[in-house]
């Protein structure tokens, strides 16, 4: 088994920064991919960043550009940091990862971006 609890959500303004953490406990020696999924409401669940064992990484177009995603295998966490935040940014952050072919949520994290 695997818990992921996430960090760092919070209000703020359009253009700040924010950054999130992802921390996983319990068998994390099964960890492969892990990343970033978010939910505004009314909408679905869309992929934000995700990274690999190696550090290899895919960012969501709505982020690229303003978005990082970061890997610490030392200290079973990864990080989320957040630049140029807009309005439509907006919403629930989920930090995932799958274990033996099983998909493993965080119970999320909020982010609101408004003035």
């Known amino acids: 088994q695997v818990q992921l609890v996430e960090s760092g959500g919070g209000l703020v303004q359009p253009g700040g920064s924010l950054r999130l953490s992802c921390a996983a406990s319990g068998s994390v020696e099964l960890l492969r991919d892990m990343g970033w999924f978010r939910q505004a409401p009314g909408k679905e669940r869309q992929m934000v960043a995700l990274?690999?064992?190696?550090?290899?990484?895919n960012l969501g177009n709505a982020v690229r550009g303003r978005f990082s995603i970061s890997r610490d295998d030392a200290k079973n966490t990864i990080e989320l940091q957040m630049t140029n935040l807009k309005p439509e940014d907006t919403a629930i952050y989920y930090c995932w990862s799958v274990v033996s072919g099983s998909t493993i949520w965080g119970q999320g994290t909020q982010v609101t971006v408004s003035s």
């Open positions: 990274v690999s064992p190696s550090g290899g990484y």
